[in-house]
Structure formats: structure tokens, C-alpha cells
């Protein structure tokens, strides 16, 4: 399998529960990443992983929590969210966090909280 | 506030004509510029990208113009093909300082190309 894979694609979760979605990407990159899309809005960074050491949390509340085992591998733990973080949940990778190298992207997860 | 704005939620253009997709950014630490394209249930995917001490940068049918000036920039597609129609993203960082890497996006333009 080759590029940035994700799963589930599609998660239902209420409120109360506790879900996981991962990432894997198989290009040997060493930065990661989480992002959000939620609609009509841009994409929006969530966290960044270099060398899974996180890099950057971007203000994100703390019933997303994210995890970086290697550099291969990129989770994102959920619990008790809330409707409004209905949203496409997209990983990337990329060789480093220098700019100009570029972020390959997942397909995404798409999350809806009931 | 949006520091990327892409004005223009969709965009028509028939097969073989031009397309022409605009992006405006207010950070002046912004200096460098990247478009993604986005198919329906595909992540985006890198297009091309330009620094702040070039103009114009090419690649084949995707050309993307840099006015540092008026914080423009615009990717054109000649000639535009039905493949091409996406949703394009356009993409800013500066290249110094903490979290320099972070791209801001805009919203997306969707592009359909009529055959």
C-alpha cells in the first residue's frame, strides 16, 4: 500500500463515546500531521508531529488527543465530543516541517457526532 | 479573521479555454505559496507552489502568479481539461520563525470544466 491511508472513512459517534482514527503513511516521511475541515471552512491545523515529538498543538480542545507511536503511524483519540466537531478529519505527512517540503494528504475521516 | 481568502466559491470554464483561480492573503510574513487540488473523497493533493522571491513559477498546463504587492496570487490552467475540474486550495506559510511550517488555507474555489 503506498501514500497516507486512514480509517474508519466514515464514523458515527455519539457523544458519550470513544473512537480512534489513524493514519499510516508509507513514504518514510518524518512529520505528520492532523487537520480539520469542517464546512465552509478552511482547513484548519490541528496538530503537528516531527519525529513523533508533538510540535504544535493548535488550541485544540482536550477530548481530541493525539498519538505518535513512530513515524509511520498517526492516531487521534476521541471522547465525549461534541456535534459542532462533525467535521472531515484529514492526516498528511511530509519529509520535514520545512515548508517547501510538500504534505501529502490522507482521504480523510468523516465524523459525525449525534 | 481569514488570512487566505479565496473569493470565489466556484468557477465554470469550458474544455480547452483558460482557467484562472484567485487567492488574496493579508499576512505580510506570508512567503510562500502553495495550490492543492481536492477530488470528491481524495485528500488534496499538492499542485504546485512558489516563493516569495519569484513571480511566476510553471508547470507544465499550471502557471501561478505571485504580486507581492497587492498579496495575489492566482494559478492558471491552459487548457483547462474535464480531469481538471476539483476543488482548489490555495495555501500560505512564512519560512522563519515558531511554527513557520503551518500552512493557512483558504476555502477552495470549485473548478467545472465543460466539455
Known amino acids: 500500500e503506498t501514500g497516507v491511508t486512514q480509517t474508519p472513512r466514515h464514523l458515527v459517534m455519539g457523544m458519550t463515546n470513544k473512537k480512534s482514527l489513524k493514519c499510516e503513511q508509507h513514504?518514510?516521511?518524518?512529520?505528520m500531521y492532523w487537520y480539520k475541515q469542517s464546512a465552509k471552512k478552511p482547513l484548519e491545523l490541528m496538530f503537528v508531529y516531527n519525529f513523533k515529538e508533538q510540535t504544535e498543538n493548535n488550541s485544540v480542545p482536550s477530548r481530541f488527543s493525539p498519538e505518535c507511536p513512530n513515524s509511520s503511524h498517526l492516531f487521534l483519540h476521541l471522547h465525549t465530543l461534541q456535534p459542532e466537531d462533525s467535521a472531515l478529519y484529514l492526516c498528511?505527512?511530509?519529509?520535514?516541517?520545512?515548508?517547501?517540503?510538500?504534505?501529502?494528504f490522507g482521504p480523510g475521516t468523516r465524523l459525525t457526532v449525534t | 479573521d481569514q488570512q487566505v481568502k479565496q473569493n470565489s466559491p466556484s468557477l465554470s470554464v469550458q474544455e480547452g479555454r483558460i482557467s484562472i483561480l484567485n487567492c488574496d492573503y493579508t499576512?505580510?510574513?506570508?512567503?510562500?505559496f502553495l495550490w492543492y487540488k481536492k477530488y470528491p473523497a481524495e485528500g488534496p493533493t499538492f499542485l504546485i507552489s512558489i516563493s516569495s522571491i519569484k513571480d511566476k513559477n510553471e508547470d507544465g498546463r499550471f502557471t501561478v502568479f505571485l504580486n507581492k504587492s497587492a498579496k495575489h496570487l492566482s494559478l492558471h490552467i491552459v487548457p483547462s481539461q474535464p480531469g481538471d475540474s476539483a476543488v482548489y486550495f490555495c495555501?500560505?506559510?512564512?519560512?522563519?520563525?515558531?511554527?513557520?511550517?503551518?500552512?493557512?488555507f483558504g476555502k477552495g474555489t470549485k473548478l467545472s470544466v465543460i466539455p
Open positions: 495555501a500560505a506559510s512564512g519560512t522563519s520563525g515558531a511554527g513557520s511550517y503551518q500552512l493557512t
Open positions: 499576512n505580510s510574513m506570508f512567503d510562500y
Open positions: 498528511a505527512s511530509s519529509r520535514g516541517t520545512i515548508t517547501s517540503y510538500e504534505q501529502y
Open positions: 513514504l518514510g516521511h518524518n512529520a
